[in-house]
Every structure is written in structure tokens, then in C-alpha cells.
């Protein structure tokens, strides 16, 4: 009896010893169990602490103390390094044409550098900036001859370009400047594609290195696959500038507002230098605006040029047109030569330029 | 097959299944006050549509004019501060522009400068057009606030050689293709697209409408500004006269001259009003110190005649009264110093006031 008794209590004192063994294990379960999601939960408010707190300029910081990182941040586009100009030009070229047919001067001029086939191939997209800053008839010479435009996208079509395009992004209404110029109608014959602007064309373009447009809106929908860049620029008198030519021309580029720069013309035309290289431009010197400029309005304030010039550098085609078609050779250069030069983005003493000067009929 | 249902896990701290409410009833309470936020939302979404569809129409007038009352494309007249029948026969108006100080850059880009020195207020601009043909004219009126602003702009444009004409109470001039007029406070520049038969015939009809204006006639405009009067007396014609508001002859004190040129190389005779005789004095000394700059004194008589080391043209100004009167640029001595006296001769009594004059 005794026995059994021992037996029933050795049974009684297993069980007991079994079901302690089992609620340590299940304590010590609940334990690594709260301390898991103790730490996840630590974990998350720590993480989320730093993000809010964290100063903005450590690393995963969200902290925004004056709501500037709230805001959206549009793309900033770049132009490619170094433009669209060739490489291995050396010394610029510059080839001047004179006479009286538009089309021989044109490509009289281009031939002076090298020859069209130099600048543009087969595959290459082809935007051309002329000036259709007026809605003004041509004749009046504040905007690009579109008789030396058509002259030129017929040059650039024989050389094979895949696509032309003709663009500019004028103040007053930009319909009304390429019908009234007369360059939507001379462009569409010669059978370039026109690119008017429209607010969601522009887009936000780095300039590094330039004093007023660093980070500046910029007619971005013509450049978008482009891979050559031709500005087509009439010669005119300037108001503020002096001189309206071949480096201002990019100004119809950019957007936001831009009539602001005119308080420092000469220091926005330079960093119009450094935002656009191009492959070459061609001066218009068909007709010169030679007083009242830019706008003009009288025939008497236009006289005839009969030149066109090409160059790769446009401070020197522009110092070209300075001199021998403005007629005001001996005068001091317009500030924006100066500046412009100083960047090393072109050379205004012309004559160091490899000219090449032809008369044609 | 059906799905096994999820195992209770006590242990679990957030709930898995969070949209899954688990309570068999809810109280009529409950029922009343849901129902009554959801009337009160309908109420306030009722209230939004019907005040979207009636708008408050105070709440427009902020908007400009031209929002509110498009404007009308005139078909045979311009009209606004155009005179009234300006429209040349076989001609048709467009619509009218305006643009101020702020936004006058939009129309003229690069050369709003020029007329906002000259004191800029307004532009209004309308293309007329042939209905023949694509000959057009554009109509560029400025109001410069000022008879002397607008004839000081308007003598700025004048190219070399040009010639104007005095109408009542302006000048004119027509080269080639544009007309250029000056009436009153307004310099009105008429842009054709082309020199023909049928613009130039346009053209004398929108000078003959604004000359003719009945509103500009009882405007400012109808006499000169002094200086043309005074410099009209010693033989300048009020279309050769030009009006410096600032910086006159690249002088930084020099402001508000009126200049005119006898003949196409003879002197340039100048006349400016000071605040007070002394003032004058100073600006007389300011003007010979300025011309001594790039020149030799002449003799000692009063007053100083200098004798540019470049050109070798004579300059003088002197102080008479509260005037500032000179002469600039004359190629000989003798006749420069009687058209000087001539000049000082022609100026008003001391009580005038040059606005009157």
C-alpha cells in the first residue's frame, strides 16, 4: 500500500516537474515573442525619430524645418558637353559671302568653312534657330530673311539630315511672328517641320557656370533627339545691346522672364555663349537694320548687306558684322564681346579667324 | 473548397485583419447619430453644388475689362483712343492692344527703354489691313504723359536728313513707309508693310484723323512746348528741334534741353529752364566746364567760349535769368556769338512760366 503510494506520488511529482518544464518554455516563448515585436516596434520609432529629426543634410533624413523638400522637383535637363559643335575645328573658320543671289551666298558662305556635308550627315536631327522675334514683315529687317532661311534648310536637306527643325520662342504672339515674317511659310516649302512653343515645352536647363541663367527655363521640345544646332541671325541695330546678331539670338531660347536680363544685356548675351554651342551659324547680312533696332519699323533704317557669313564662332561672325556691316568698324565692341571672350567661348578679332571671303553673282 | 478559418492568436499585437469588425450588434443610438452625419454631409454637398452654380458676381470684378467685355474686332473703324473714322477706306481694323509701363516689353522687346525714358504710360497698338491685298499697317500709339516726352522720343527716331512738318499742335513726318506724328502727349507711329501707292494714300488719311481729332484738340497738345516757341524765333523750324528728357548731350546734369541745329552743318543752338536764377548759374558753369573738358577757353570776355581740340568748333552756354541758353558745335566764332544774343534776346519775361510759354 505504502508503494503504491510512493508510486501515485513519484507519478504526481513527474507530471508536476513535466507541466513546470512546459510553462518555462511557454514563459520563455512569450518572452523572445514580446521582445521580437519590442524590437521591431523600437526599430520602426527609431528609424522613423531619425528621418523626422535628423538635420536635412544627413543621409535618409526627412526633415523639412521650411517645407522646400516638400515641394515637386522638376527635372533639370543638360545640353551636351560641349554643344553641338564639332570637335577638332582648330582655329575657327569664317567664310564670307558677297552678292546678291541668296542661295549662292548661302551656300557660297557655308562651302567657306568646309562645306555643309562637314556639319551634317545622314543621321543627324537638325534644329535651326532663326530670329522671328517681330511680328513684322521681313522686308523691315528686324527678323531672319526667310528667303536666306529656306536657302539654308535646302542646304541642310541635301546633306541628309533626317529632320529639320525650324524654332524660335517670340514675345508677342509666336503665330502671328512666323506667318507675318514670313519663316512658317518659307520653312514648310523647303520642307523643314516648324516647332511652335507652348508651356509644357519648356523644361528646366543647367547652364554650369553661367551668371544669370545657372538654372533657367529653356524651349526644351526642339532639342529633345536633336544632334546639330544651326542659329540663323539677322544683323540689327540694338537698343540696349547695341547689336543684335548671331550670339543674342539664343535668347529666344529661353522662357520665364526673361526681359529681366535686360537690366545686365551684355552679361546674359555671354552666358547665352556658354548655354549653347553650336555647330555653326550663319549671319544674315542680306538686309541690316542699322538704326531704330530691334524693332525697326521704317524702310529707311534698313539698307541692303548682300553678305552672309558662316562661322563655328559666333563672336567672331558677330564681330564681322560689327565691323563691316553695321559699318561701325573703329567703334569699341558692344560689352558681351568682352565678357564673352573671356570665357573663351569665341574670338572677336575676326581676322585671326581662318577667313575665306568670296564674291559670287 | 472552404476556407480554413484563421487561428486565434493571442500573441499577435496588431490586428491582422483590420477591416473585420467583430461585434454582433450595434445600438439604435449608434444607428440615429451615423445616420445623422451622413444627412448633414449630403446637406453641405447640396449647399456646395447649388452656390458653384450661382456664383457671386462680386467675385469677377477683379477680373480685367477685357475678360469680362472681349473685345470687339471693329470692321471698318478703329476705335478706343483712336480717333473715330481712322479706318482708311478699303481698309479694316483689328483688334486693339494696350500694354503699360509693365508689360509694354511684350509688344517692343529691347526697345522699351528707349520710350520709357521719354516717360512711357501706355501703348496702344491695331493692325489695319488692306482688303485687297496683304498690304497692312500698324498702328503703334504711345502716350508718353508729356507734349515734350512725346516730341523728345518722336525727334529721337528722326533719321538723318529727314524732314518734319508742323501741324496744329505737333509734327510730322512721313519716310518711305511709315508715318510718325506727334499730337499732344501721344507720338503715334504708323508702320506700313510696304511703300505703295495705296499705303502711303492710308497713311495721309490716318494723319489727317489724328491732326483733326477733336479730342486731341482740346488736349495738351495744341501749342508747342516753350523751348520749340523760343527756338522757332531765331530760325529752327519745330520739326528740327529735338527734346532731351535726361543725359543731353551725353551730359549727366543736363536735363530737359531743347536743341536745334541751323542748317545741316551750322551750330547747334540750346535753351533749358532752371528752378532759379542761381541754379541756372550753376548749370551754365557745369556746361562750360563740360565743353572746357575737350577744348581751349577763346578770350576772356564773358561768356566762355571753348574751341573743341577735335573739331575745332566753338561752344558756349550762359546763365540769363533762370535759363540756361548756348550754342554748340558752331563752325565759326562771330556768328555763334550773335546767334547766342539773338537767343538770349528771344527769351521770355522773368515771371513766365515755361509751361506757359
Known sequence: MTKTCDRQDAQRDAQRDAQDVSCDAQRQKERRAFLKQLGIISGVAIGAGYAALAPPSWPLSLRDPDGERGKPRPKVHHLPAGGYALKDIGTAPLGIAHGKNIDALVRGAIDGIGGIKRYVTSDDV???????????????GTTTNPEVLAALIRLVKEAGAKEIRVTDNPIESPESCFERSGIRTAALKAGARIILPSPADFELLATPGATHIGTWPFFWRPFVGATKVIGVAPVKD?????????????????????NQFHQDIHGIISDLALMLRPTFVLLDGSRVLFRSGPTGGNLSDVRAGNTIVASTDSLAADAFGWDELLGRKGEQLPGYFQQAAARKLGNPTWQEARVKRVRLG | MA??????????????DGFRHYRRAYSHAELRWGLSILLGLIAILSW?????????????????????????????????????????PGWRAGVITSFDTKDVYKKINGRESYYKSFGFQRLDCVRLSQRSSSATI?????????????LGAYAGERGEGQVDRVTPGGVARVVRNALYLV?????????????????LTALKHIEARFVGAKGAAKGPGQTLPWGYTL????????????????????????????????????????????ASPEAAKTLAAQFHKSFSSYGDAVGKQAPGWVKDHFIGAFSTASAIKRFVVGVRAAPKLAPAQKLLVQLEQALPAENTDDEDM
Not at chain 1, 239 to 257: E, F, I, P, Q, V
Not at chain 2, 138 to 150: I, K, R, S
Open chain 2, 48 to 88: 456646395v453644388l447649388y452656390r458653384g452654380a450661382r456664383p457671386d458676381p462680386a467675385l469677377f470684378a477683379a477680373l480685367t475689362p477685357m475678360a469680362r467685355n472681349p473685345p470687339k474686332i471693329p470692321t471698318s473703324t478703329a476705335n478706343g483712343v483712336f480717333p473715330k473714322d481712322l479706318t482708311p
Open chain 2, 183 to 199: 499730337r499732344g502727349r501721344y507720338y503715334l507711329r504708323a508702320v506700313g508693310s510696304d511703300e505703295s501707292a495705296a499705303t
Open chain 2, 3 to 16: 476556407r480554413a478559418p484563421k487561428r486565434y492568436n493571442p500573441d499577435q499585437l496588431f490586428n491582422p
Open chain 2, 231 to 274: 527756338l522757332a524765333k531765331v530760325g529752327i523750324g519745330a520739326g528740327a528741334v529735338t527734346y532731351e528728357r535726361e543725359n543731353a548731350f551725353s551730359f549727366e546734369f543736363a536735363k530737359d534741353v531743347y536743341a536745334g541745329r541751323l542748317g545741316k552743318d551750322g551750330p547747334q543752338l540750346f535753351v533749358m529752364a532752371a
Open chain 1, 126 to 140: 537638325v534644329v535651326i534657330k532663326p530670329n522671328v522675334a517681330f511680328d513684322r514683315p521681313a522686308v523691315l
Open chain 2, 138 to 150: 500698324d498702328l503703334e500709339l504711345f502716350d508718353q504723359e508729356q507734349p515734350q516726352n512725346a
Open chain 1, 238 to 258: 540694338h537698343n540696349l545691346c547695341r547689336a543684335s546678331m548671331t550670339t543674342k539670338n539664343w535668347y529666344g531660347l529661353l522662357g520665364g522672364r526673361r
